[in-house]
T-cell receptor, first 115, second 116 residues
């Protein structure tokens, strides 16, 4: 079964609203989680590194005020897309590291459509 | 800098053909992990294999096999006797095996079409 769970798997929101995506590690504690974005027919691009109890580290070009990341516990990181626009429509996927031998688990991904 | 190159954008084969997906990587780290993932149309990433930089043994898992060659910085993936269900996008990825540096660098992906 899944060890990293994302919710929701699909979401449609109106322009200007905010939407939150959750990423949970189910069987382990993850001090670090990662958020990726994937445009259609493109590769996964790292958006930010989510650190438990501290501020996220954003990749160059990613607007930190638009993509708010909160990692309040060792099993949960959230990505909030604020004031969403149609160009934010994309597939968002998170990953977490189990801390043992470099095993990385990915969530199922979340399809965001902004209308 | 780390980089993963999958030069094949799309490959189309007929069922039962063998197909090899190429992956070339760049890294200055001496310790690192290489991965292959399958991404079906539903979007989730399906883990296929992980290989650390100190293990150059080739691996076979059913119809899947992987050829890791540090001398050429390649980690190629072969599907033997391909099936329609193998149709998907396949990503090769690289991850540093150092504490705090677990960003996964993905290749551009290779889209595989297997026709019946």
């Amino acid at each position: 079964g899944a060890v990293v769970s994302q919710h929701p798997s699909r979401v449609i929101c109106k322009s200007g609203t905010s939407v939150k995506i959750e990423c949970r590690s189910l069987d382990f504690q993850a001090t670090t989680m990662f958020w990726y974005r994937q445009f259609p027919k493109k590769s996964l691009m790292l958006m930010a590194t989510s650190n438990e109890g501290s501020k996220a580290t954003y990749e160059q070009g990613v607007e930190k005020d638009k993509f708010l990341i909160n990692h309040a516990s060792l099993t949960l990181s959230t990505l909030t897309v604020t004031s969403a626009h149609p160009e934010d429509s994309s597939f968002y996927i998170c990953s977490a590291h189990s801390g043992q031998g470099g095993t990385i688990y990915f969530g199922e991904g979340s399809w965001l459509t902004v209308v | 800098a780390q980089k993963v190159t999958q030069a094949q954008t799309e490959i189309s084969v007929v069922e039962k053909e063998d197909v090899t997906l190429d992956c070339v990587y760049e890294t200055r780290d001496t310790t690192y992990y290489l991965f292959w993932y399958k991404q079906p149309p539903s979007g989730e990433l399906v883990f296929l294999i992980r290989r650390n930089s100190f293990d150059e043994q080739n691996e076979i898992s059913g119809r899947y096999s992987w050829n890791f060659q540090k001398s050429t910085s390649s980690f190629n993936f072969t599907i033997t006797a391909s099936q329609v269900v193998d149709s998907a996008v396949y990503f090769c990825a690289l991850n540093r095996a150092r504490t705090g540096g677990f960003k996964t660098i993905f290749g551009a992906g290779t889209r595989l079409f297997v026709k019946a």
